[in-house]
Nanobody, 122 residues
């Protein structure tokens, strides 16, 4: 069982930056790929980025490439999502997810956090 807790969400102006954090309660953090997803009201949850257990591999959605960076700190059991040049979009809840598979079928990660709200104002 892995528990995930996101933090760092909030209100930011368009063009600004925000860093999200996700702390994982597991003794085997390096065994899990950690991903970020987001979901706007009335829309399906969409994949944002994922990082492998030891941080050697990353993968991004095309919509965030060049603007978002995913990273991890094994010593702190924490994964981060640095978001730059934020666009005015519908409010979205950003979720952290974990799985032993880097890209599970259907992006069905096994463990999920409760999410953190991000709002970008124009």
């Amino acid at each position: 069982q892995v528990q995930l807790e996101e933090s760092g969400g909030g209100l930011v102006q368009a063009g600004g930056s925000l860093r999200l954090s996700c702390a994982a309660s597991t003794r085997t953090f390096s065994n899990y790929a950690m991903g970020w997803f987001r979901q706007a009201p009335g829309k399906e949850r969409e994949f944002v980025a994922v990082i492998s257990g030891r941080g050697g591999s990353t993968y991004y959605a095309d919509s965030v490439k060049g603007r978002f960076t995913i990273s991890s700190d094994i010593n702190k059991n924490t994964v981060y999502l640095q978001m730059n040049s934020l666009k005015p979009e519908y409010p979205a809840v950003y979720y952290c997810a974990a799985d032993t598979t880097f890209l599970p079928v259907g992006m069905k990660y096994r463990y999920w956090g409760q999410g953190t709200q991000v709002t970008v104002s124009s």
